[in-house]
């Protein structure tokens, strides 16, 4: 039982380039979440998906794309990153809504872009 | 929108000593608090939460309370071990499919031995 695991952990991109985050949880956990987080900012949600199929717009979703084709993983995408997006980017599950279930967060994936 | 304040942004305390952190929130219909740690390098997770309907729960060194009335919940860490030592988060939401969790800015919490 792996939990919820990203890859990659680390990356650096070139301004105006695009890349892709997956995110994979075995625990057929409904909803998943992909967080920023960066130095003084806590965690702040970019996308969210109640299912599969699904997606819904966070706190901050500008610059990104996602996709939860299969229940198990949710596709975070930048199409032309910007400096700005240097951040240490967190998946999540739950098994229902965050609003009274414990998150489980993957390990974290590292993105720079210069 | 639910916006949470979290203070103060660093604490350091002595092994032994207690530790309390606070965060305020601003949507009245919030009713689940929970409460994150994420040590130095690895993923947050979740140490303890609280809903509307309790005041306040304990669980061994770490104790959690909440005041409704005035928009506000604490966490209180007793006889402070190294190992505390860790970014802690707190967060507040709706309950329910549509509630999703907003976090404070995080209070870095240093022990010294």
């Known amino acids: 039982n792996a939990g919820v695991t990203q890859t990659p952990k680390f990356r650096v991109l070139k301004t105006g380039q695009s890349m892709t985050l997956l995110c994979a949880q075995d625990m057929n956990h409904e909803y998943m979440y992909w967080y920023r987080q960066d130095p003084g900012m806590g965690l702040r949600l970019i996308h969210y998906s109640v299912g599969e199929g699904t997606t819904a717009k966070g706190e901050v979703p500008d610059g990104y794309n996602v996709s939860r084709l299969k229940k198990q993983n949710f596709l975070l995408g930048l199409e032309s990153a910007a400096p700005s997006q240097t951040s240490v980017y967190f998946c999540?599950?739950?098994?229902?809504?965050?609003?009274?279930?414990?998150?489980?967060f993957g390990a974290g994936s590292r993105l720079t872009v210069l | 929108g639910e916006n949470v304040e979290q203070h103060p942004s660093t604490l350091s305390v002595q092994e032994g000593d207690s530790a309390v952190i606070k965060c305020t929130y601003s949507?009245?219909?919030?009713?689940?608090f929970p409460w994150y740690k994420q040590e130095l390098g690895k993923r947050p997770q979740l140490i303890i939460d609280i809903r509307s309907n309790v005041g306040e729960k304990k669980d061994q060194r770490i104790a959690v309370t909440l005041n409704k009335t005035a928009k506000h919940f604490s966490l209180h860490i007793t006889e402070t071990q190294p190992e505390d030592s860790a970014v802690y988060f707190c967060a507040a939401s709706i309950t329910g499919s549509q509630g999703n969790l907003i976090f404070g800015k995080g209070t870095k919490l240093s022990v010294k031995p």
């Open positions: 999540a599950s739950s098994k229902q809504g965050s609003g009274a279930n414990v998150l489980t």
């Open positions: 949507d009245s219909a919030s009713n689940y």
